[in-house]
């Protein structure tokens, strides 16, 4: 069989270690991995929190629990923190720590240190961003100008804070490429590569090209405000679009520096779960690196509606048709390792197949977005505001959510209680469609985005979402508490409980501080469930 065990003889786990200095000077690959986890996760929750006061905000039509302005603060926070905090470095930089090397059979990432050093300019840039609540901007995630040149809220720290953490995202994301390269283990070809490997590997290109794009464009207006140079500002001869195009040049491949590492952890998971090899392992792999190019190409749909040429808007809504390509692909593929399998319905797997469901949503919605005419009257309406969250939590947090409960006993060496497990992930999956799929309706309808108040005819449709936002949170908070606990369970995790084919269920629970005692050979790719047929390598 492929990939038999290579346990270690002197088994040291790289948990032994105790003591706050042992994490702070730590180059462990793992260690870095759950000190990026606990980073990330404690920014969802609190950007989570944010975004139940906003709720709370919307039950009723006027601005009777918050401010307008404070609503504008709030949602700044709750978008940037989001995005910058928990989305972007989120599964790439705990997951792909943790599992990178592993998978590939290394003892650890290409450039350590780098590593370590990665993580403390990530915490720079929260340290600067938090500084920057002080007197916490009011832009949206986005700072469009020329609002954020104007404002006299703090843009200049805040986008300086962004700017600093995408040096954590570029060195992290070279660090990958180069592992992914280097450091494979004899035999582990590039087809024998899992595909949350692959993923993990377009992610890194699309974090090493795009995002210095964000971090220039962050500068400019920086030196906007502060200088008085007139990049945006039409009045000094700039042009305000032009910030919209360099932001979206970014934040469009961001959005899948978001969700390819999701897509990996839902190839790795649906196989084992329904115990057959995956279907298309080609085209998954290849469709990663399809996304990553294409989505270059598609950044001004976000622009129809600012006065971009009749051309440039149809050429670019033609391009973001060519996303669904490559992205239904996955989708296809994973159906069809479904079909026939025997599937077992463990908490990680209930997250995968909530994730291929939920994430359709959000992918078709956003194919209607991408329609020329049907954006002009959505944009910027809650239509958007529920294409991104049917992506951004039906896809990527699921994924996360999945990869939690999947990897947690590899991880951690402990397990947590699965029935507790399947009644959040139900919450998760209920509350989550109550709060956000009435907002396609009211979106239709024409109710903006990121305002206090609304029409009174809006709101039964925003209660209910509210009403969702509450059992959502439950159910986070039900999942958070059981997985914390489990940590001080006594019951030890088997090195492989699911019978994984991967390497990294073939060192004990938690692996060994050096991962393998000696680099093992790979014979075989790691889809082998049920027959085992090679795909041609
Ligand atoms: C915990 C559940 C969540 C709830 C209840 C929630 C709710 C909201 C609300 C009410 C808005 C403001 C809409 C508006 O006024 O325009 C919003 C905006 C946004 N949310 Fe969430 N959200 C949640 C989780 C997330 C997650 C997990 C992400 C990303 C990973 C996210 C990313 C965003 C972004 C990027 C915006 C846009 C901010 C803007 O540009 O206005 N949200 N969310
Ligand atoms: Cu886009």
Redesign the pocket.
Known sequence: MANESVATNVYVPYLEQKGFMSWLVTTDHKRIGIMYLISISLF?LI??II??L??FE?MTPMADFVSPHTYNVL?TL??SL??FF??VPGLAASFGNFLIPLMIGAPDVAFPKLNLGSYYIYIAGTIIVLYALLQPADT???FYTPYSATTDTDVVMITFGVFVLGFSSILTGMNFIVTIHKMRAPGMTWHRLPLFIWASYATAVLQLLATPVVGITLLLLIAERSLGVGFFDPAKGGDPVLFQNFFWFYSHPAVYI?IIPAMGVISEIIPVFARKPIFGYKAIAYSSLGIAFISFLVWAHHMFTSGISEVAATIFSFLTFLVAIPTAIKVFNWLATLYKGSIELHSAMLYALGFVFLFTIGGLTGVFLGALAADIHLHDTYFV?AH??YV??GG??MGFFGALHFWYPKWFGKMFNESVAKLSWFLVFVGFNI?FFPQFFLGIQGMP???ATYPEEFQSLMALSTYG?WI??LG?LIMTVNLIKGLFSDEKAPQNPYGSLSLEWQVPSPPPTLNFDKIPEVTDWTYGYGKKKEVDA
């Open positions: 969802f950007a989570g975004a139940l906003m709720r919307l949602f709750h978008g989001m995005v928990f989305i949206g995630w986005t978001m505001v991104m969250h951004m939590i990527t947090v709060t985005r990121r305002y936002s959502l949170g986070v």
